[in-house]
């Protein structure tokens, strides 16, 4: 089969994905006495001799001066200082009594009330998760609360000292009329197609615009078969961030018939005890998934298996 570029109308022609980034996060002193006690619905600052500064949240040194500072206990009431209404939510920044700077958090119920000089008290989460938002957020007082004098040292028992956390990045892939045609025909009629070069007559699976070794464009789009030459395999029994199979499994570079480059899938279809008897060079075939849950990709192929 030759074929053109254009992929035909209503194949997806991006990738919605995400990449997930799990780690532990050191705390520091000042932000694990701070979400300890707020598991206790205690609000903590932090004070400055040297300044007569009072941050809330509390903070290991000084923003003025970067001096050392003392924990102390700080009020559950307040003023907005100034908010802002997005579709979602109400933010607000609030000056904690006694505190030298504002603290942005959330406004709970009504916006109505939330201007600047308006007084509010802290709203607590009706669960604890050990996080900052075990403090909900503030809401419009009806009444005016009482407001704390001044700084009160204190000290927090079992402060948190890590906690583990994660950062999402939601991106999307564009897949171009390259990979584009090389999903399409995976999905709807389970061929693999390569890009050949004009010039030097390799043949690129996964195909691409450009030759690896002579740099010409390529024009067009041939078949290849599902069935190849093993090129290197590794077992893997580790577990890492990102996989998506079980240890133990093998990870393994094919060179299909008809191409010239190595395609990286998996090797499946026996017992992983089997792996010893796999040999560079012994032929593979893939082994497909069932036609209806196909999504365009290459794990539509489920595995290589060796042929005997």
Request: hydrophobic share 40%; net charge negative; proline share 7%.
């Amino acid at each position: 089969m030759t074929t053109g570029l254009n992929t035909p109308p209503g194949v997806p022609q991006k990738l919605a994905a995400t990449i997930g980034l799990p780690y532990t996060l050191t705390t520091g002193k000042a932000a694990g006495s701070t979400i300890s006690a707020l598991a206790v619905k205690r609000l903590t600052g932090s004070h400055c001799a040297g300044c007569d500064r009072t941050n809330v949240p509390a903070q290991d040194f000084c923003v003025a001066c970067g001096g050392d500072m003392t924990l102390v206990e700080a009020a559950t009431t307040g003023t907005i200082t100034a908010a802002t209404t997005t579709p979602q939510q109400t933010l607000v920044l609030v000056l904690v009594d006694g505190a030298s700077s504002p603290l942005l958090h959330r406004l709970v119920g009504p916006a109505d009330g939330a201007v600047p000089g308006a007084r509010v008290q802290a709203v607590w989460a009706e669960e604890s998760t050990g996080a900052f938002l075990d403090l909900a957020g503030f809401e419009v007082a009806d009444s005016e609360p009482a407001a704390t004098a001044g700084p009160t040292p204190t000290t927090v028992e079992d402060a948190m000292k890590e906690m583990p956390y994660r950062l999402d990045l939601d991106y999307q892939h564009a897949y171009g009329p390259y990979y584009g045609r090389l999903f399409d025909e995976i999905a709807h009629s389970r061929r693999i197609v390569g890009s050949p070069c004009p010039q030097c007559h390799q043949v690129m699976v996964p195909p691409r615009e450009r030759c690896d070794v002579c740099f010409a464009r390529t024009t067009r789009l041939v078949e290849v078969a599902d069935t190849g030459t093993l090129q290197a395999f590794s077992v893997v029994h580790l577990e890492f961030v990102g996989q998506t199979r079980t240890p133990p499994y093998v990870y393994a570079e094919v060179v299909l018939d008809g191409s010239s480059t190595r395609l990286i899938h998996v090797l499946g279809g026996f017992e992983i005890e089997k792996a010893r008897d796999l040999t560079i060079g012994m032929p593979v075939r893939a082994v497909w998934k069932d036609a209806s849950k196909a999504q365009g990709t290459l794990a539509d192929i489920e595995y290589f298996e060796p042929v005997t």
